[in-house]
């Protein structure tokens, strides 16, 4: 077994059954983080001692009782105004995976890829030494407790998300906003859905209210793109249980795919205003790929 | 066939409605999707038919259309026309020894069913067998025909030929066939040669006394046609015991086996040979010595003449005391033996003997005694005058005086020869121990021979009996089954043996080309039983497939 300083995670079978060797090998390679360097120092991560560094963030004026060594001088010899320094501490902000775990991500291979990509993600993050956990959801969040960076939270981390079946029903504005209560603190939350349920904006807002830093994985089947089926077919809704029957040909097909279409650009421009990293990612590719995409794109 | 059949019609036409609702039934295929909103609102396709088409294509449907046709066709009462050989046919079938083995009489009249099915009648049957019989008259009923083959039945003897049986019908038949074993070479008749089994024979049998008179020696004669060696076992009983030796015969040939048999004396003997085959009757051969001596008194003078042609015509021996035949040569027989006689120039109570005359011209009635004897060589000078008791018959003539007569009264039988022989050149000629051999046939009859076939009638001298299965039998005797039969006459036993014909032990012989040609007929059959049994399975398949899919 190997830590995490020689770039393998542990020999685990849940880690076997997410990721390959070879896959483990090429994000171990990798320097990307999702603490991206702001320093001159170069290559280098934040620091996140704490108490280690303060930066300067903010002037307020000044109130009886401020510390007077907190007072700019500076600023009152210029304009003669009392004003306090306010410095912020960096601190680490840790990430949470949140993963749709509902009955239509079972459809397609869409819960493997995201189970294997919420793997790849916590691997760079535990290989970052970044905390993390991962939280999947479908009507309720299965809150697993606080995140954390050890390499138990790794092995914790994939054997559950080996275990996950695709059932129950999506609550994606509940389950956001239920997780926006419950994190302890501010981080980066990865939301891994199809995001083919409504309310889905409630849901990211209640996040970003949450201080969160947050980005919309969006996975879908080859299935949900391109229904190759045609001809006379009883469509059954895997979470709402119910079906309709339709004769299926060309233009009903091209009716859904610009449906599709537009439920995508709701969800684009929901991502656009609440300033939300969005991806879109098809089951069929690669999961490591897309978390080196999401790790290089996303600024949180 | 013939679909002027309404119920056809309607039946056929109820699979309309069955491939209507096939195709109004709706043969949705469910999707499971993500978003069922997606596709709300999203207006159905217009189907393409071939879609449609090829949706509700099911093996069902094509086995319940299948069912419902066929039952149609089956209603429409169709008929099969199959090509026929025309004209009246004859079956003859081959009843003889050989077609006795086992499984043959099955095959033949299998045979004889093939053609009467494969022919249009009018048919008749001929069992060819020693004596020929008849199995069924002409008839154009196939059911009678058929009936009238299964009173086949082979027997033991000889085939005769086919001339006798085809004799049985007064008009030539156009079309003969023969069903056989053993093929024969007669032109314009088809043959059907039914194979024989493998056999394993004795082809011939016989027994000799050594040249010293001590003991015997058995001459038996084996085949094998098997395809393969044989290690055959040969076994010779006698009634002073048994003796065996074994041949290893090799397959398609004949082996002679001569086997030393010690002991006493005997006179039936039984050769065996094992293992036993399909054909069993071949298998055991039997044969016995003749006992029959004929026992003769002489009274008169000699006649080395008259002795010589004696000998030349049966086994005779000079016996004082119950003698089968009394001789009397130029004397006068003072009362009448009880037994045939012979009066050669001489007398008895019955033929008072006259003076001695010149004997006119010889003359001849038409008599089948006279067979083979030129009565014109004949040269006589005298002749005795006799006296004949009513009821004789003249079979030569002396001028006016009888020469030789037969009479047959209550004391036995009586041949005169009145012509003095001392003036004639008869004994001289070859024609007079022909003329002896036939009336001594005649005065006693001889014993049939020791050996005999199955089914060859032979006529007992008068006092003999054979011992058979069914009894004492007298007079005329065709013997059934092979086998040794005891003979009960006066002077002693003695005993015939029986087997089956040489023949139907030996190869067939190979069939000839057949050149016959037979017109041809269209007949119809039936074909709705063939239908209706075709509909089992297809029903069976559909009943399957249907509880396979769940109902």
């Known amino acids: ?300 | 066939m013939s679909f002027a059949q309404p119920w056809a019609w309607l039946w056929l036409c109820a699979v309309v409605p069955v491939i209507i609702l096939y195709f109004l039934r709706r043969k949705e295929q469910d999707w499971p999707v993500s978003a069922l909103f997606l596709w709300e609102g999203i207006r159905p396709d217009r189907p393409l038919f071939r879609e449609r088409l090829r949706q509700r294509l099911d093996l069902l449907l094509f086995l319940q259309i299948l069912a419902m046709i066929l039952f149609a066709f089956s209603l429409s009462q169709p008929q099969a026309s199959f090509p026929r050989p025309s004209g009246a046919t004859l079956l003859v079938l081959d009843g003889s020894a050989s077609t006795s083995a086992r499984g043959m009489s099955e095959k033949i009249v299998a045979a004889a069913r093939k053609v009467v099915e494969e022919s249009a009648g009018p048919w008749a049957a001929v069992l060819w067998q020693d004596p020929p019989s008849l199995l069924g008259g002409a008839t154009s009923s196939r059911e009678e025909i058929l009936r009238a083959l299964a009173r086949y039945r082979p027997n033991l003897s000889r085939r005769p030929e086919l001339a006798q049986a085809l004799a049985l019908f007064p008009e030539p038949w156009p079309r003969v066939v023969v069903i056989t074993d053993n093929p024969p070479t007669v032109p314009g008749v088809e043959l059907v040669v039914i194979d024989r089994p493998e056999n394993l024979a004795i082809t011939a049998f016989s027994v000799r006394p050594t040249p010293d008179g001590a003991r015997y020696e058995a001459f038996v004669r084996v085949r094998n046609d098997q395809k393969r060696y044989c290690d055959a076992q040969i076994r010779v009983r006698t009634e002073a015991g048994e003796f065996w030796t074994s041949r290893l015969l090799p397959p398609n040939e004949e082996e002679e086996v001569i086997l030393p048999l010690s002991g006493t004396p005997t006179q039936a003997f039984v050769a065996e040979l094992l293992p036993s085959d399909d054909f069993p009757w071949d298998n055991t051969r039997y044969f016995a010595f003749s006992s029959a001596e004929l026992r003769v008194a002489w009274q008169g003078e000699e006649d080395r003449y008259l002795w010589a042609a004696l000998r030349a015509a049966a086994p005779v021996a000079q016996a004082e005391e119950d003698a089968d035949l009394v001789v009397a040569v130029e004397t006068q027989l003072a009362e009448e033996p009880p037994c045939p006689l012979l009066l050669w120039m001489a007398g008895s109570p019955l033929f008072p003997r006259g003076e001695a005359q010149p004997a006119g011209p010889l003359r001849a009635a038409p008599s089948s005694f006279l067979a083979h004897v030129d009565v014109e060589r004949f040269r006589l000078s005298e002749i005795y005058a006799l006296e004949f008791p009513p009821g004789a018959t003249v079979l030569l003539w002396a001028g006016d005086l009888p020469l030789l007569a037969l009479w047959e009264g209550p004391v036995g039988r009586r041949a005169v020869f009145a012509g003095k022989l001392k003036t004639s050149n008869l004994p001289l000629l070859p024609d007079f121990p022909i003329l002896i051999r036939n009336i001594l046939g005649w005065l006693v009859p001889p014993e049939p021979a020791p050996v005999l076939e199955v089914g060859q009638a032979v006529t007992l001298p008068p006092g003999v009996e054979v011992i058979s299965e069914q009894g004492q039998t007298s007079g005329l005797w065709m013997p059934e089954r092979p086998g040794i039969y005891e003979l009960r006459r006066p002077a002693g036993q003695g005993f015939l043996a029986v087997n089956v014909p040489w023949e139907a032990s030996q190869p067939p012989t190979p069939a000839p080309p057949s050149e016959v040609k037979t017109g041809e007929a269209i007949s119809e059959r039936p074909l709705w039983p063939w239908i209706l049994l075709a509909l089992g399975p297809v029903l069976l398949v559909e009943a399957v497939l249907h509880e396979r899919r769940g109902g």
């Not at chain 1, 299965?142 to 939270?153: D, M």
């Not at chain 1, 299926?248 to 205003?273: F, P, V």
């Open chain 1, 1 to 300: 077994m190997a830590g995490p300083g020689r770039g393998t995670a542990d020999g685990s079978p849940a880690v076997g059954e997410l990721l390959s060797p070879a896959e483990l090998a090429l994000l171990a390679r990798t320097r990307l983080s999702l603490h991206h360097p702001r320093g001159i120092s170069p290559g280098g991560h934040l620091s996140r001692r704490t108490g280690a560094s303060l930066e300067f963030a903010d002037h307020r004026p000044y109130q009886p009782g401020d510390d007077l060594r907190l007072v700019d001088w500076a600023v009152y010899a210029r304009h003669r105004k009392l004003v306090t320094k306010v410095f912020s501490r960096e601190v680490e902000a840790p990430l949470y995976v949140l993963l749709d775990a509902s009955r239509s991500m079972g459809i397609g291979g869409k819960l493997r890829f995201s189970a294997r990509l919420a793997a790849a993600l916590c691997f760079l993050a535990f290989r970052s030494g970044d905390r993390f956990g991962v939280y999947p959801f479908r009507e309720h969040l299965e809150y697993q407790g606080r995140p954390l960076r050890r390499k138990t939270a790794l092995i914790r981390a994939f054997s559950q998300l080996a275990s996950l079946t695709a059932e129950g029903r999506t609550d994606l504005a509940g389950s956001l906003a239920h997780a926006a209560q419950t994190f302890p603190e501010p981080g980066l939350c990865l939301v891994i859905s199809d995001f083919l349920a409504l309310g889905f904006a409630d849901g990211l807002k209640a996040l970003r209210f949450g201080r969160h830093s947050v980005a919309a994985v969006q996975v879908l089947a080859r299935e949900d793109v391109a229904p190759a089926l045609t001809g006379e077919v009883r469509l059954w809704d895997v979470e709402e249980r119910r079906g309709k029957p339709l004769v299926l040909g060309r233009s009903a097909q091209r009716a859904y795919q610009e449906a599709l279409a537009r439920w995508n650009h709701s969800l684009a421009e929901t991502c656009q205003e609440l300033q939300v990293t969005q991806f879109l990612f098809l089951a069929e590719g690669s999961p490591v790929g897309a978390a080196l995409e999401v790790v290089r794109r996303w600024q949180p």
